[in-house]
């Protein structure tokens, strides 16, 4: 089977088009294959040669699958279709039939052409030798050509190629009209192979599973597929080894390359009883893990779908790209039509040869498979470097959003402080002592997972009996209540205490959350918790700001001592402090409404409990997405570390990335309109058409490796 998995809405199926070429095609089969009734959305992935189908109605599923593949054996029969498991590893370039096939029959009717052009013979001979030299180069383009006609495909590279080399001949153009397919030919064949080496590029880019697995049994240790290991096996990783799957260490200690997931060469140093990830590196010791998920859970399976499936989130430029592409080809045959005929009936003395032959020079400019391989290829590209630095991208969209950033907002906790919160101090009132005053929060917070309640846990000297607890009760954004031996106990903030208006000597710190502990609505004390502003932090938004980030602005629950300590070290704009999650994504709202038509807004938190916020950004930032289901799910882009400057990295890479695309459309639509002026005009040759189709698209595919390779 391929690889089939429930949608939000529909049966999503993946499956490889290997041998897939052509842009211009893939672009044809990804639109008709979404007119088709049973098809909720079809995405192409010419890049990586995958199509993904959602379908409405899981019954009539192998019914859309048998018309889908119709569609791309009708526009390209050689593609094989493949469920999406299928997937090997490539072939060298080299070795590749087709490509040798193809610079063969190049070689061989070069000879003929060379022939053709120097030999001393009579002119039907030196006829017959371009012909010959011709359909040797060219025999595929015409029988691809005739194909495409039969089925009523018109505005196809092929058929273009065809009625512009065959019009040459029709004027007696014979040099040129075999010198034209030679050069198509020879352009298309460089075009396939820089394709081809861009996608083992993003392919290499990607290769951080591991291979093999060594699975711990009752007779000693063998080397399976990681597939085959289930979750409570024990796998033993060895030195230089790369860990398949997620588990945890039973024994041993090692440090860990980690790389692969946060873009961070410090190794990690990890023990008996740590968790370990799938797409690690073991530098030094041998460990014994327990697998805590199987392959298709494990984190590296997760990133890498994410990276592959991110291109089905086009961007704006990408989308509009592909729409004009529609309209480019059909615009240019009819203007090379009207070029043919009108001025030789309007004008005096104009010759219908030498306008038919500026014609074909359109008709050979007329394919915009430049385009429709280097945008989405610049992109992916994008998307791959970003994830080389730990920043995963969830679509082309967002990372064309970024440039558009004017304003970003950074929750407190976990985002721009550690989120490691330790008690500082306890105060007490009221005739109880301090350790009273922290079992009792800790009781009250017993099943509360923020990280709050886990340091008052931490820091407890009991073991809590949750059967101790009864009418357990959260208070949205001002704390928790519980009755504890009968007796009613609230801990929270600030809020909690006014709303209940109690007056009290209330403790209150600069530079430490307070959570104040009431029992029968009497204040006894308060806890101090301390957390530590993040090292990079102040530089992380000097970079933002001089990235043009116009307003960086924090929204935390905490109180407003804190924020502006933080707000004041940081250099952040303003600050809007003590507000409920739901406030929070009031005050985005606000400041969302108060954007350019063009700005964008990023919201920048830990993704434990910003999701409704993180949604309503125009990009949503998740941090410390390592190891954590929770933020990869929330956010449209994830930092893979706990780092704030790696949302600076991830704006540096959207502007690599636009800058590289805009330089592939003016390129492209820039050589094609100055070749097709002076072609109107007879200062164009069809060879200088040649080098503005498919010569610029070589030219535009190797710009867009530039990001791949491109270095941290």
Same mark, same amino acid.
């Given at each position: 089977?391929?690889?089939?998995?429930?949608?939000?809405?529909?049966? %999503?199926?993946?499956?490889?088009?290997?041998?897939?070429?052509?842009?211009?095609?893939?672009?044809?089969?990804?639109?008709?294959?979404?007119?088709?009734?049973?098809? *909720?959305?079809?995405?192409?992935?010419?890049?990586?040669?995958?199509?993904?189908?959602?379908?409405?109605?899981?019954?009539?599923?192998?019914?859309?699958?048998?018309?889908?593949?119709?569609?791309?054996?009708?526009?390209?029969?050689?593609?094989?279709?493949?469920?999406?498991?299928?997937?090997?590893?490539?072939?060298?370039?080299?070795?590749?039939?087709?490509? +040798?096939?193809?610079?063969?029959?190049?070689?061989?009717?070069?000879?003929?052409?060379?022939?053709?052009?120097?030999?001393?013979?009579?002119?039907?001979?030196?006829?017959?030798?371009?012909?010959?030299?011709?359909?040797?180069?060219?025999?595929?383009?015409?029988?691809?050509?005739?194909?495409?006609?039969?089925?009523?495909?018109?505005?196809?590279?092929?058929?273009?190629?065809?009625?512009?080399?065959?019009?040459?001949?029709?004027?007696?153009?014979?040099?040129?009209?075999?010198?034209?397919?030679?050069?198509?030919?020879?352009?298309?064949?460089?075009?396939?192979?820089?394709?081809?080496?861009?996608?083992?590029?993003?392919?290499?880019?990607?290769?951080?599973?591991?291979?093999?697995?060594?699975?711990?049994?009752?007779?000693?240790?063998?080397?399976?597929?990681?597939?085959?290991?289930?979750?409570?096996?024990?796998?033993?990783?060895?030195?230089?080894?790369?860990?398949?799957?997620?588990?945890?260490?039973?024994?041993?200690?090692?440090?860990?390359?980690?790389?692969?997931?946060?873009?961070?060469?410090?190794?990690?140093?990890?023990?008996?009883?740590?968790?370990?990830?799938?797409?690690?590196?073991?530098?030094?010791?041998?460990?014994?893990?327990?697998?805590? *998920?199987?392959?298709?859970?494990?984190?590296?399976?997760?990133?890498?779908?994410?990276?592959?499936?991110?291109?089905?989130? *086009?961007?704006?430029?990408? *989308?509009?790209?592909?729409?004009?592409?529609?309209?480019?080809?059909?615009?240019?045959?009819?203007?090379?039509?009207?070029?043919?005929?009108?001025?030789?009936?309007?004008?005096?003395?104009?010759?219908?040869?030498?306008?038919?032959?500026?014609?074909?020079?359109?008709?050979?400019?007329?394919?915009?498979?430049?385009?429709?391989?280097?945008?989405?290829?610049?992109?992916?590209?994008?998307?791959?470097?970003?994830?080389?630095?730990?920043?995963?991208?969830?679509?082309?969209?967002?990372?064309?959003?970024?440039?558009?950033?004017?304003?970003?907002?950074?929750?407190?906790?976990?985002?721009?402080?550690?989120?490691?919160?330790?008690?500082?101090?306890?105060?007490?009132?009221?005739?109880?002592?301090?350790?009273?005053?922290?079992?009792?929060?800790?009781?009250?917070?017993?099943?509360?997972?923020?990280?709050?309640?886990?340091?008052?846990?931490?820091?407890?000297?009991?073991?809590?009996?949750?059967?101790?607890?009864?009418?357990?009760?959260?208070?949205?954004?001002?704390?928790?209540?519980?009755?504890?031996?009968?007796?009613?106990?609230?801990?929270?903030?600030?809020?909690?205490?006014?709303?209940?208006?109690?007056?009290?000597?209330?403790?209150?710190?600069?530079? +430490?959350?307070?959570?104040?502990?009431?029992?029968?609505?009497?204040?006894?004390?308060?806890?101090?918790?301390?957390?530590?502003?993040?090292?990079?932090?102040?530089?992380?938004?000097?970079?933002?700001?001089?990235?043009?980030?116009?307003?960086?602005?924090?929204?935390?629950?905490?109180?407003?001592?804190?924020?502006?300590?933080?707000?004041? %070290?940081?250099?952040?704009?303003?600050?809007?402090?003590?507000?409920?999650?739901?406030?929070?994504?009031?005050?985005?709202?606000?400041?969302?409404?108060?954007?350019?038509?063009?700005?964008?807004?990023?919201?920048?938190?830990?993704?434990?409990?910003?999701?409704?916020?993180?949604?309503?950004?125009?990009?949503?930032?998740?941090?410390?997405?390592?190891?954590?289901?929770?933020?990869?799910?929330?956010?449209?882009?994830?930092?893979?570390?706990?780092?704030?400057?790696?949302?600076?990295?991830?704006?540096?890479?959207?502007?690599?990335?636009?800058?590289?695309?805009?330089?592939?459309?003016?390129?492209?639509?820039?050589?094609?309109?100055?070749?097709?002026?002076?072609?109107?005009?007879?200062?164009?040759?069809?060879?200088?058409?040649?080098?503005?189709?498919?010569?610029?698209?070589?030219?535009?595919?190797?710009?867009?490796?530039?990001?791949?390779?491109?270095?941290?």
């Amino acid at each position: 089977m391929a690889n089939t998995y429930k949608a939000v809405a529909g049966l %999503k199926k993946e499956f490889l088009l290997q041998g897939l070429g052509c842009a211009n095609c893939a672009s044809k089969m990804e639109h008709r294959i979404n007119e088709l009734d049973n098809v *909720k959305t079809a995405e192409l992935n010419f890049t990586v040669q995958k199509l993904i189908i959602t379908v409405e109605d899981e019954s009539e599923l192998d019914e859309t699958i048998e018309a889908a593949e119709e569609i791309i054996h009708d526009l390209e029969p050689e593609v094989e279709v493949k469920e999406a498991e299928e997937e090997k590893d490539s072939e060298s370039i080299m070795d590749n039939a087709e490509i +040798k096939r193809k610079g063969l029959r190049i070689t061989v009717g070069s000879f003929f052409f060379i022939a053709a052009l120097i030999a001393p013979v009579s002119f039907n001979f030196k006829l017959v030798l371009f012909i010959t030299a011709y359909l040797t180069i060219g025999g595929g383009v015409l029988k691809r050509a005739v194909r495409n006609i039969s089925k009523g495909q018109f505005f196809d590279e092929n058929f273009l190629m065809a009625l512009a080399t065959t019009g040459a001949f029709a004027i007696q153009e014979f040099p040129e009209a075999v010198s034209v397919m030679l050069f198509y030919q020879l352009g298309e064949l460089l075009q396939n192979i820089a394709v081809d080496r861009s996608r083992r590029s993003i392919k290499d880019l990607m290769d951080i599973k591991a291979e093999y697995a060594n699975l711990k049994t009752e007779t000693g240790v063998k080397e399976v597929d990681p597939a085959e290991v289930n979750i409570g096996d024990r796998i033993i990783i060895k030195p230089g080894e790369r860990v398949p799957l997620d588990g945890k260490v039973i024994s041993g200690e090692a440090q860990m390359d980690t790389s692969a997931l946060t873009g961070e060469s410090a190794p990690r140093k990890v023990e008996s009883g740590e968790d370990i990830l799938s797409g690690f590196i073991n530098k030094t010791g041998v460990l014994t893990v327990e697998v805590k *998920k199987e392959l298709q859970e494990s984190m590296i399976t997760r990133i890498l779908d994410l990276v592959e499936n991110a291109s089905a989130k *086009k961007a704006p430029t990408e *989308k509009f790209i592909t729409k004009f592409a529609r309209y480019y080809t059909p615009a240019v045959v009819f203007v090379a039509l009207a070029l043919a005929t009108l001025p030789p009936l309007l004008l005096t003395d104009a010759l219908f040869a030498d306008w038919i032959y500026r014609a074909l020079v359109f008709l050979v400019i007329s394919c915009p498979c430049a385009l429709l391989i280097s945008i989405p290829l610049g992109f992916f590209g994008g998307i791959g470097a970003a994830s080389k630095r730990g920043i995963l991208v969830k679509g082309g969209n967002y990372l064309e959003a970024l440039n558009n950033l004017d304003r970003v907002i950074f929750d407190k906790t976990g985002t721009l402080t550690e989120g490691n919160f330790e008690v500082d101090e306890v105060i007490a009132a009221k005739g109880y002592t301090k350790q009273e005053v922290l079992d009792l929060a800790a009781k009250v917070e017993v099943h509360s997972n923020h990280p709050i309640a886990q340091s008052i846990l931490a820091a407890s000297s009991k073991d809590i009996n949750a059967e101790d607890i009864e009418g357990y009760e959260e208070l949205s954004g001002q704390g928790i209540k519980a009755k504890i031996a009968g007796e009613e106990v609230l801990v929270g903030n600030e809020k909690l205490l006014s709303k209940l208006a109690l007056e009290s000597n209330r403790y209150k710190s600069e530079d +430490k959350t307070v959570v104040n502990v009431v029992v029968e609505e009497d204040y006894i004390g308060s806890i101090l918790i301390a957390d530590q502003i993040k090292s990079d932090a102040k530089e992380a938004i000097a970079e933002l700001k001089e990235l043009g980030i116009k307003e960086v602005v924090m929204l935390t629950g905490d109180n407003k001592i804190v924020a502006e300590r933080i707000v004041d %070290k940081l250099g952040l704009d303003s600050y809007q402090a003590e507000l409920l999650p739901n406030e929070k994504v009031k005050k985005t709202e606000r400041l969302l409404a108060q954007s350019s038509n063009d700005g964008k807004l990023a919201f920048v938190g830990d993704g434990i409990n910003d999701a409704p916020v993180l949604a309503r950004a125009d990009v949503g930032v998740a941090m410390g997405g390592l190891g954590s289901d929770a933020a990869i799910e929330a956010a449209d882009i994830v930092l893979m570390t706990d780092e704030p400057a790696k949302l600076g990295e991830a704006l540096e890479v959207a502007s690599d990335t636009k800058r590289i695309v805009w330089q592939n459309i003016i390129l492209t639509l820039g050589i094609k309109g100055i070749v097709m002026a002076l072609g109107a005009v007879g200062m164009a040759t069809m060879w200088e058409a040649v080098f503005a189709d498919v010569g610029v698209a070589l030219l535009a595919v190797l710009n867009s490796l530039r990001i791949i390779k491109s270095k941290k």
